[in-house]
């Protein structure tokens, strides 16, 4: 196994996966994080699926925790902000720092106070982080012994165990404090004890992640997948439903070394692409370790995923939409080829072009993609010609259909898939349902 999750930009479009600044991303949905360093900590993991099953297995036990302790993140974002502002203002040395101090209180004597009240302001923030975040740790390690981070807390709590902060509990507010305090403070917190500083503000980012996704995953009634070895060649996911549809319906999706393959069919609008969209956003987000919208899901570790969705004709470049797909359908192949063990997802393979060319390049790829058993591929159509070929030559494929049920004259969509082949012929019907013929 490789040490990086392979996936392209393409297919982070294709999936609506990353983005913080598009509301409908899956990376908005789980983004109920409170701190900037929060959201920091979210988009790389985001950007860096795990690789190794017990890396994958141990992120999703941690999330399990907090979405079982169901406590509240302890801090407000003003708080670590300030935090963060007066640690970020820090001079070299002990002198350095009795002589700052001593400036902003000959300034405030004069009557020029901002800079003195900013300093002031600054230790309070510390001092009311350090304080809440000494009770909440303390807290953890009482009421969850055992818990998936338990050595991360004990680390955290050997912090405030030093007897050099022991002075925090009693320290109500900066302004009460004397002048040999202030310049002792300053200097133990952002000198002396600035790499504990900065431990703790990375812990309350990660805490902040743990806590926001695990209150997704609790909301939404997710469930978290179950990894395992890249060798065993499966991938489940029990009644699995697109995370960012409301309602949506969920599709059992069962895939192995011997049946490896989907070939999907269906009319337009019957849902096969949510149904890929599904199974690769789940995907995806097992091999990070977070909830997925399932009952149930177990996958072996793959290296990564590709997917030709919404493939785009490049005007600068001069291609057409076909070529587009040319080019895309060769990429992946390498990457198949090169080799290794993907989830590979392609909606509507040539459909650039004539019918005749995409019923013949559509056969030719798939028979192709039958040989690479190390991989899982989802292929839908509209010819569905090619899957009465397809049946009569292989045994790992399995052919699956969006159906259609017309009810009054009008098309009704059940949104779960069937095994065979569709044998639906609804484009017509909806032309007329809309009257088009009639406005020409």
């Not at 072996?300 to 919404?310: A, D, L, P, Q, R």
């Amino acid at each position: 196994m490789r040490g990086t999750f392979l996936y392209d930009k393409q297919t982070m479009d294709d999936l609506n996966l990353q983005g913080k600044f598009q509301g409908n991303t899956i990376f908005s949905l789980f983004n109920q994080t409170v701190t900037a360093g929060g959201e920091r900590v979210l988009d790389t993991m985001f950007r860096t699926p795990l690789s190794r099953e017990q890396e994958i297995n141990t992120r999703s036990g941690i999330f399990h925790f907090f979405q079982q302790a169901a406590m509240p993140f302890p801090l407000e974002n003003e708080l670590v902000k300030a935090f963060e502002q007066y640690l970020s203002f820090a001079v070299p040395g002990l002198f350095s720092s009795m002589v700052q101090v001593t400036r902003r209180k000959a300034l405030a004597v004069m009557g020029l106070r901002e800079e003195h009240q900013l300093m002031l302001k600054g230790l309070d923030a510390a001092i009311r982080l350090l304080n809440t975040m000494q009770t909440f740790i303390h807290r953890l390690l009482k009421e969850h012994p055992a818990s998936p981070l338990d050595s991360r807390f004990r680390e955290v709590a050997a912090i405030f165990a030093d007897t050099r902060l022991q002075w925090l509990s009693a320290a109500d507010s900066a302004a009460t404090l004397g002048y040999g305090k202030l310049v002792r403070y300053e200097y133990l917190l952002k000198q002396v004890l600035r790499k504990q500083m900065e431990q703790l503000l990375h812990f309350v980012y990660d805490l902040d992640v743990y806590i926001a996704v695990a209150t997704v995953a609790a909301t939404r009634g997710f469930t978290y997948a179950t990894a395992q070895a890249s060798g065993d060649n499966m991938l489940t996911i029990a009644e699995g439903y697109h995370p960012s549809i409301e309602k949506a319906i969920p599709n059992t999706v069962t895939l192995s070394g011997s049946s490896n393959i989907i070939f999907l069919t269906g009319a337009n609008m019957a849902g096969k692409s949510t149904y890929m969209k599904t199974v690769g956003v789940l995907v995806y987000l097992a091999h990070m370790g977070f909830p997925v919208s399932a009952a149930a899901m177990t996958f072996s570790v793959m290296e990564g995923i590709y997917t030709s969705i919404n493939v785009p004709d490049n005007i600068d470049m001069g291609y057409s939409h076909f070529y587009a797909e040319v080019l895309r359908v060769k990429n992946i192949a390498a990457e198949i080829s090169a080799p290794h063990n993907l989830v590979v997802i392609f909606d509507e393979l040539f459909k650039g072009t004539n019918v005749k060319d995409a019923y013949d390049a559509t056969l030719a790829v798939t028979e192709a993609l039958a040989a690479h058993r190390n991989c899982f591929f989802i292929v839908s159509t509209h010819i569905v010609e090619v899957g009465a070929a397809l049946q009569q030559q292989f045994n790992n494929i399995q052919f699956l259909y969006m159906p259609t049920v017309i009810e009054n004259g009008r098309p009704v969509y059940p949104y779960r898939s069937q095994e065979g082949i569709s044998a639906d012929r609804h484009g017509m019907t909806i032309i007329r349902n809309e009257g088009i013929l009639e406005l020409l």
